[in-house]
């Protein structure tokens, strides 16, 4: 059974930085795509960060580009995203995604491309 695990989230002042964890288990870890996605009360869910576990590759939405980033230690199955400098409007419900294949450029615009889902951790960011 595929389980993915957040956690790390909580309550952080504007300007704060929160790290978020992700532990995976139940399939392949290794030669795969793992994205973190983030869904706003009201809101579509939206893409924030992907990697693939098999190399260094990246992707990252535009928006959050240089204060995001998406990491992954093969050693544990797991994968982080480090949030700096966070807004309120980074407050969000955090979900971390497996692809069950490659990254792709886009990928993070496809919620379908994803196969496996955490349950998600409550971002809370107040000014």
């Known amino acids: 059974q595929v389980q993915l695990v957040e956690s790390g989230g909580g309550s952080v002042q504007a300007g704060g930085s929160l790290r978020l964890s992700c532990a995976a288990s139940?399939?392949?870890?290794?030669?795969?795509?793992m994205g973190w996605f983030r869904q706003a009360p009201g809101k579509e869910r939206e893409g924030v960060a992907a990697?693939?576990?098999?190399?260094?590759?990246?992707y990252y939405a535009d928006s959050l580009k240089g204060r995001f980033t998406i990491s992954r230690d093969n050693a544990k199955n797991a994968v982080y995203l480090q949030m700096n400098s966070l807004e309120p409007e980074d407050t969000a419900t955090y979900y971390c995604a497996a692809v069950g294949g490659y990254c792709y450029p886009g990928v993070l615009t496809s919620t379908a491309a994803f196969r496996y889902w955490g349950q998600g951790t409550q971002v809370t960011v107040s000014s």
């Open positions: 139940g399939y392949t870890y290794s030669g795969n795509c």
């Open positions: 990697i693939y576990t098999g190399g260094a590759r990246t």
